[in-house]
C-alpha cells in the first residue's frame, strides 16, 4: 500500500484530532479515568459527528468506509487518551457488518446513532484466546464467564464467543438481562474493565466459528493501532520537553545522547507506523492472515515499553509525577500490549509455522 493516507482519510484524521484536542482537555480525561467509568458525553457527541458509523454501510447510516479509515478513529482516540469503547464497538461493529450470517441492520443502525454500545466478550479464566468454556444449550440460554471485558457496564451488549449447538461461534447478548453479573477490575490502563458472568441468559447466534477468529485478528489489530498512537504521543511530549528543558547552559535536545535516544524512539513509532496501517490495508483486502496480525502485535507489544521507558527517563523527574500527561500513554500502552495476546502469545503463534516459507503482507 501508500503509506500517505489519502486526502479522505487525512481529512478525517485532521477533523478528530482537532475536535479532541480542544474538546477534552486531559484533566477530564482524568476524572474519567478516577471513577473508572466512560465519557457517554463524548460518546453522544462522537455519534452526532458521525464518527461511530465510518466502517459501516450507508444503507444503517454508516460512512461506507474502510478498515484503514476505522483504524485513524481509534489511533485519534487512543492519541488522547479518552476514556470510551472506541476499539471494542468498532471490532464489533465490522464483525456484525461483514460477517454475521443474517441481516443486522437494526443493530447497526443503532450503533451508528450511538444507542447501541456492543463490545467483545472473548477470554476466560483459562487465559487462553484458544480456550472457550462459554456455552449456549439448544434453548439459546448462555452460561459461562469472560474475563477482561473492556467496558462491560457501559456496553447495551457484549458480542459473546460461546459454544452452541451448531458450535463455536458468536453470541449477541444483552447487557440488561437477567443473569449478566459484572464485578469491576483495576486494569494497568485504569479503564472499565470487568469480569462477566452470565448464568441462562438469552444469546442469539450471530456468525460461526471462522468469524471468531476474524474477531480475534480485527481486536488484535485495533489493540496494535492504539499501541502506535501511545508510543507517537510519547515521542512528540518528549521532543517537545527535551528541546525546552535547559540543562549546562542549552536545551537536553542539544545532548548527542538524548538525541540517540529520540532516534531510537522515532524509529520504533515510524516502522509501527507502516506495520499498523499496511495490515489494516491488506485486512480490507483479504490479503492478510492471523500470523500477520500476530507478528504486528507481537513487534508493537515489544516497542511500546521501550518506547514509553525512554520518554519517562528523558523527562527526567518530570517523567515521574501524574501531573505530566505522559503517563496516559505508559499506562494505555502497556494495557494494550497484554490485550489480546501479549508479545509472547503472539510469537507462540508465529512459531507453530516456523518452517513454512516466510511470506511478506
Not at 449478566?180 to 447466534?205: F, K, N
Not at 468469524?211 to 485478528?217: F, T, Y
Amino acid at each position: 500500500m501508500n503509506p500517505d493516507l489519502s486526502e479522505t482519510q487525512s481529512l478525517l484524521q485532521t477533523t478528530m484530532r482537532q475536535y479532541l484536542e480542544t474538546e477534552i482537555p486531559f484533566d477530564r480525561v482524568r476524572e474519567h479515568e478516577e471513577k473508572r467509568v466512560a465519557d457517554a458525553e463524548l460518546w453522544k457527541a462522537m455519534a452526532g459527528q458521525g464518527w461511530l458509523g465510518i466502517p459501516l454501510p450507508e444503507t444503517v447510516g454508516g460512512g461506507g468506509a474502510g478498515l484503514v479509515e476505522a483504524g485513524i478513529f481509534v489511533h485519534e482516540l487512543a492519541r488522547r487518551a479518552v476514556v470510551v469503547p472506541g476499539a471494542e464497538v468498532m471490532t464489533a461493529a465490522v464483525m456484525l457488518a461483514r460477517h454475521a450470517d443474517g441481516d443486522e441492520s437494526e443493530i447497526l443502525a443503532a450503533l451508528v446513532d450511538g444507542n447501541a454500545i456492543v463490545v467483545p466478550a472473548h477470554l476466560e479464566a483459562a487465559d487462553d484466546l484458544e480456550k472457550v468454556d462459554a456455552a449456549v444449550d439448544a434453548e439459546g440460554r448462555l452460561a459461562g464467564a469472560k474475563h477482561y471485558v473492556d467496558y462491560a457496564d457501559f456496553a447495551t451488549h457484549h458480542l459473546v464467543t460461546a459454544r452452541g449447538t451448531e458450535g463455536l461461534g458468536l453470541y449477541l447478548v444483552e447487557r440488561s438481562a437477567p443473569g449478566v453479573s459484572t464485578e469491576a477490575l483495576r486494569s494497568t490502563g485504569r479503564t472499565p474493565q470487568a469480569i462477566v458472568t452470565y448464568r441462562d441468559v438469552p444469546a442469539r447466534r450471530v456468525a460461526g466459528e471462522a468469524a471468531v477468529g476474524q474477531l480475534i485478528d480485527l481486536a488484535r489489530t485495533f489493540a496494535s493501532t492504539q499501541i502506535l498512537a501511545c508510543m507517537e504521543v510519547s515521542l512528540e511530549q518528549t521532543v517537545a520537553y527535551t528541546n525546552v528543558r535547559v540543562q549546562f547552559g542549552q536545551p537536553l535536545a542539544a545532548f548527542q545522547a538524548v538525541q540517540h535516544h529520540a532516534a531510537n524512539m522515532c524509529m520504533h513509532v515510524e516502522s509501527s507506523r507502516f506495520l499498523v496501517y499496511e495490515l489494516l490495508d491488506a485486512l480490507e483486502d483479504g490479503r492478510a492472515s492471523s500470523d500477520d496480525a500476530a507478528l504486528v502485535k507481537a513487534s508493537l507489544s515489544r516497542a511500546v515499553p521501550e518506547v514509553t521507558m525512554l520518554g519517562h527517563q528523558l523527562h527526567g523527574g518530570q517523567g515521574l509525577i501524574e501531573e505530566n500527561d505522559l503517563y496516559f500513554f505508559t499506562i494505555r500502552g502497556k494495557d494494550r500490549a497484554l490485550a489480546w495476546g501479549s508479545a509472547e502469545e503472539c510469537l507462540a503463534i508465529l512459531a507453530r509455522d516456523v518452517e513454512t516459507p516466510p511470506r511478506w503482507l
